[in-house]
DNA sequence: GCCAACGTTGGC
DNA sequence: GCCAACGTTGGC
């Protein structure tokens, strides 16, 4: 199957780039929407790549990942302390999922948002979207040569 | 801080 | 199954 790519959102006070960098890969838990569950747990594929979007305070493309796992149930689910936890998730009967992701780059310059709105081609993607919050979204393969081409 | 958009919950 | 109320996300 061709490669697909995906927009991953983190806030950046939580977890950045910067700390994936540093940490080399991480489980992308904490996921508690079901569409973005779905695509997660379905849709992707080991080998994709994805891009790191910072929300909040800096809203941009701030660089690239790579899914390096197949769904695996998100553990944070059966932390009762924790703040992602949901009594119906189980190990027996897990409802939450995550990957694996890996750093892959830190683009040399972030794309806003702003500068996004104004690119040519990328009128349909999901991230500009009114409305769109969806924390784990797709993007097509034309939309990801745009931005590439963009970024460097 | 405000507010639009969206998802979830729960009463009926 | 409908829908109002509520909570959350996230841009501005």
């Not at 997660?40 to 690239?64: C, N, P, Q, W």
């Given at each position: ?8 959102k ?8 910067d ?28 080998g994709d ?16 990942c ?15 302390k ?36 104004n690119?040519?081609?990328l009128e ?10 969806l924390s ?11 931005i ?5």
């Amino acid at each position: 199957m061709a490669k697909q790519y995906w927009l991953l959102k983190s806030e950046p006070s939580s977890y950045s780039i910067d700390d994936l960098k540093r940490d080399g890969k991480t489980e992308w838990t904490g996921v508690r929407n079901y569409q973005a569950r779905n695509t997660m747990r379905d849709s992707m594929s080991k080998g994709d790549l994805a891009f790191y979007y910072h929300s909040g305070e800096e809203t941009a493309i701030v660089g690239i990942c790579e899914i390096t796992t197949e769904a695996i149930p998100d553990k944070t689910a059966w932390d009762a302390k924790g703040h992602y936890f949901d009594a119906k998730s189980s190990p027996m009967n897990p409802i939450w999922f995550c990957r694996e992701v890996k750093f892959k780059q830190k683009l040399k310059t972030p794309l806003t948002l702003a500068d996004l709105r104004n690119i040519k081609g990328l009128e349909k993607m999901v991230l500009l979207q009114k409305g769109s919050r969806l924390s784990v979204q797709p993007v097509s393969e034309k939309e990801w040569e745009v931005i590439m081409g963009m970024a460097k």
